[in-house]
């Protein structure tokens, strides 16, 4: 079972630019869905993005047109580049990763801070 671990978060000023990575510890080639979740203090953790085997992606409505999910699976990685971020986006950002017939995999998340 792989694990996650995420990177990139930071603090960066309203209309700003962040990438988040979540490196695997094995191959994600065969994982069937990897997500990006964030939870901001007193709220639940939600779906932001998520990126099947085949490489289609969705996305949260709070985040269409802002951020981009991808990954290479060349590299075992999956990225979230977030544009034009809002002090909303403030969160700790978890990636997921499912692959059938095995138990989820979550990493330990990054905290990002939109903040001026």
């Known amino acids: 079972q792989v694990q996650l671990v995420e990177s990139g978060g930071g603090l960066v000023q309203p209309g700003g630019s962040l990438r988040l990575s979540c490196a695997a510890s094995g191959s994600i080639g065969s994982i069937d869905v990897m997500r990006w979740y964030r939870q901001a203090p007193g709220k639940q953790r939600e779906v932001v993005a998520a990126i099947v085997r085949s490489g289609e992606t969705n996305y949260a409505d709070s985040v269409k047109g802002r951020f981009t999910i991808s990954k290479d699976n060349a590299k075992n990685t999956m990225y979230l580049q977030m544009n034009n971020l809002k002090p909303d986006d403030t969160a700790v950002y978890y990636c997921?990763?499912?692959?059938?017939?095995?138990?989820?995999?979550w990493g330990q998340g990054t905290q990002v801070t939109v903040s001026s």
């Open positions: 997921f990763a499912l692959k059938s017939l095995t138990n989820p995999v």
